[in-house]
């Protein structure tokens, strides 16, 4: 899916680059702090979760998540046997999302 995705949005942004964001920017601690960055919902090949961005004219127009998929946490908790924890942690990293989005 990785492949796909950047391929579709280099069409659609054809002159940008997805960059990586550091542990300390604001979407990980708009609300609630991930000093670590993004956090894990799921192991899927033992790498560590990434987050992406494109940004236009100084603002964030392009959020892009890898090894992880933080709407999995969302989802009713029979669908992915989540734990607590687990869920819990991916509805703030949702809220951190909404919140930075909403203030930047």
């Known amino acids: 899916m990785d492949e796909s995705y ?4 280099k ?3 054809p002159n940008d680059e997805m960059k990586e964001i550091p542990f300390n920017h604001k979407i990980y601690n708009s609300n ?3 000093p670590h960055g993004l956090p894990k919902t799921h192991e899927h090949d033992g790498k560590p979760p990434q987050g992406f961005a494109i940004y236009r004219n100084g603002r964030m127009c392009m ?3 890898y090894e ?3 709407t999995d946490g969302w989802a ?3 669908e992915h046997q989540d734990p607590p924890e687990k869920r819990e942690e991916a509805m703030k990293m949702g809220t951190n999302i ?3 989005a909403l203030m930047n």
């Not at 950047?6 to 949005?9: L, V």
């Open 68 to 70: 992880t998929n933080i």
């Open 76 to 78: 009713d908790t029979e």
């Open 11 to 13: 069409r659609l942004f």
């Open 63 to 65: 959020y892009y998540t």
């Open 98 to 100: 909404i919140v930075y």
């Open 32 to 34: 609630f702090n991930f």
């Open 6 to 9: 950047r391929k579709e949005i």
